[in-house]
């Protein structure tokens, strides 16, 4: 149940995750030396919020944090810093539940559909405009 203290938690994780995500945009946009035409920013946020929500789901359970802690640092955070940590966080529990033909679906219908959505709706507004 959603109470005034679990709000401020999760949105004070999701500020937080949210400015920081911006931070390594801006980062990167002015001392990166890759090549423009690859989305680092981005990459980078997908594999450090995947291994930070990762290292939190295990290591809150096992030290007893608390509820609200656990939601402002994966849900608010990371779910703010990105997505992809919680795709990642869910088929990995999906593997290790042995639900192997659950979590191919998952990986496989997210990895087609997603971008097919994007798509869609790229040409909704193309059609709006």
Known sequence: MFN???LAFLAVGAVCGTTSRYAIGVWFSRWSVAPPDFPWPTFVINITGSLLLGFLMRYLTAIASTPQMRLMLTTGFCGAYTTMSTFSYE????????????????????????PAACLAGFALAEAIL
Request: hydrophobic letters at 50%; proline letters at 0%.
């Open 4 to 6: 005034l203290r679990t």
């Open 91 to 114: 088929f990995i529990s999906l593997m290790t539940e042995r639900q192997y033909v659950t979590a191919a679906f998952y990986m496989g219908g997210t990895m087609v559909l997603t």
